[in-house]
């Protein structure tokens, strides 16, 4: 399974993105997938995940509000809206899925991972 994250950039304080991951490869049958980020001079932490089937989305406290997560089945596709950006949103993200299911917000869940893209948010 090969996922490529893309839609990183630079914006000011109070702007959006949206990040996209596409998945590949024949072994891809999720359970979920989620974003998690990893700031500088910090640990990697969640942001948010989704179930491949149903409803079910969860969020960090911290994106709550701002940020929604999202996926196209047919495309095998999971985005990430984030929406009134702000310098402490700052960090390479990385998008992941996981076969089974278990706490979402744990990374050791994940089996496979992309190879991050970069969120700078502007003072």
């Known amino acids: 399974v090969q996922l490529q994250a893309s839609g990183g950039g630079l914006v000011q304080a109070g702007g959006s993105l949206r990040l996209s991951c596409a998945a590949s490869?024949?072994?891809?049958?999720?359970?979920?997938m989620a974003w998690f980020r990893q700031g500088p001079g910090k640990e990697r932490e969640f942001v948010a995940g989704?179930?491949?089937?149903?409803?079910?989305?969860y969020y960090a406290d911290s994106v709550k509000g701002r940020f929604t997560i999202s996926r196209d089945n047919a495309k095998n596709t999971v985005y990430l809206q984030m929406n009134t950006l702000k310098p402490e949103d700052t960090a390479v993200y990385y998008c992941?899925?996981?076969?089974?299911?278990?706490?979402?917000?744990?990374?050791?869940?994940?089996?496979?991972w992309g190879q991050g893209t970069q969120v700078t948010v502007s003072s």
């Open positions: 490869g024949r072994a891809f049958s999720p359970y979920g």
């Open positions: 992941a899925t996981r076969r089974y299911g278990g706490a979402p917000q744990v990374s050791g869940a994940y089996d496979y």
């Open positions: 989704i179930n491949w089937i149903g409803d079910s989305t």
